[in-house]
């Protein structure tokens, strides 16, 4: 296994997740990849469709079907990130590996949660991993997130849900429809609802405007919000995992998992039973050492303190 802007399944042609052309290359979840002119790429129908993917010889596979290339016997599984998200399992002949990505383990999301298989190398993301990191259930912060929604609308504030991506943002949608809300949201929300259609059972949503409705919005774009809002008295609300570290600059956080926490990772882990397991993200260390010996980081490079703290 190894690591240059994103993970090679060493013995094979395939990348994960890969942040530079290559010329085949997984994708485990829309919002994981941008499409960087690769020459292949292999996900679910739903997340190439997200994407925007038009490559002629794109594989676009259904969960659960196998297929091979070349000599290698592929399967795609749930990951449980979100919409058509997956990890990509891969047998070699005589050696496994599952390329997890970022797995949710939780159910009540948008997807299936994650889905295991035994093998002898995992590569997985662990965003989140320390002692504190601990999820509430989702289904109660969907409900929790509804109803601070419901309550600012009557009180003719429009209530802004902050979340970190266009699949993120689709999640949220269904789930405030759901529970009886109607929603609007930013442009790359609903061109990414639009690209989805068809392949994913979406609410309809809006574009901000006269109407009051909950406002589903990219973190990445705050100015563009204040334009779409001007004139008009709204509340902010963080909804993303980050909001179980800190919701700083927002009225409130929802902790809404997008992804495993540390009990719940570390369980998934176990469970594959892998001689190795790789681990990527801003956890990575942390679930390494509680992983052990057959555990190691892999990931960009670091820069190495020059003196001791």
């Known amino acids: 296994m190894t690591w240059r802007d994103g993970v090679h399944l060493t013995g094979t042609p395939i990348w994960c997740d890969a ?30 469709a997200l994407l925007a993917a038009k490559g002629d010889g794109d594989l676009a596979v259904p969960v659960h079907q196998r297929f091979t290339l070349g000599t290698l016997r592929l399967e795609l ?77 009557a009180a003719e504030r429009r209530p802004v849900l902050f979340c970190d991506s266009a699949l993120d943002g689709l999640e949220l949608a ?34 901000p405007g006269k109407e009051p409705r909950a406002v589903i919005w990219l973190d990445s774009d705050h100015g563009g919000l204040v334009k779409a809002l001007a004139g008009k008295r709204f ?19 929802f902790a809404w998992a997008n992804a495993a926490d540390r009990k719940q990772l570390l369980a998934w882990i176990e469970s594959a039973r892998a001689r190795e397991v790789f681990v990527t993200g801003a956890c990575a260390d942390t679930i390494a050492l509680a992983v052990g010996a057959r555990a190691r980081v892999v990931g960009p490079p670091r820069q190495m303190a020059l003196f001791a703290t």
Not at 95 to 118: K, P, S
Not at 241 to 247: K, N, P, V
């Open 19 to 48: 942040r530079r052309r290559r010329d085949i290359c997984f994708v485990s979840a829309a919002d994981r990849l941008s499409r960087a002119g690769h020459g292949q790429l292999i996900g679910t129908p739903l997340s190439l």
């Open 77 to 153: 599984i749930p990951s449980g990130r979100g919409l058509g998200a997956t990890s990509l399992y891969v047998d070699l002949g005589g050696r496994t590996t599952l390329y997890a990505g970022l797995i949710r383990t939780q159910r009540g999301g948008a997807g299936d949660a994650a889905e295991v298989r035994t093998c002898d190398a995992l590569v997985v993301s662990a965003p989140f991993g320390e002692a504190h990191h601990v999820f509430p259930k989702l289904t109660d912060v969907m409900d929790q997130t509804a109803g601070w929604a419901v309550s600012e609308l």
């Open 174 to 207: 269904i789930a405030l429809a759901a529970r009886g809300v109607t929603v609007a949201a930013g442009r790359p929300i609903r061109e990414a609802a639009l690209r989805a259609s068809g392949r994913a059972a979406l609410p309809p949503i809006g574009a």
């Open 235 to 253: 509340s902010t609300a963080l909804v993303s995992g980050r909001a179980i570290e800190s919701a700083t600059g927002y009225d409130l956080g």
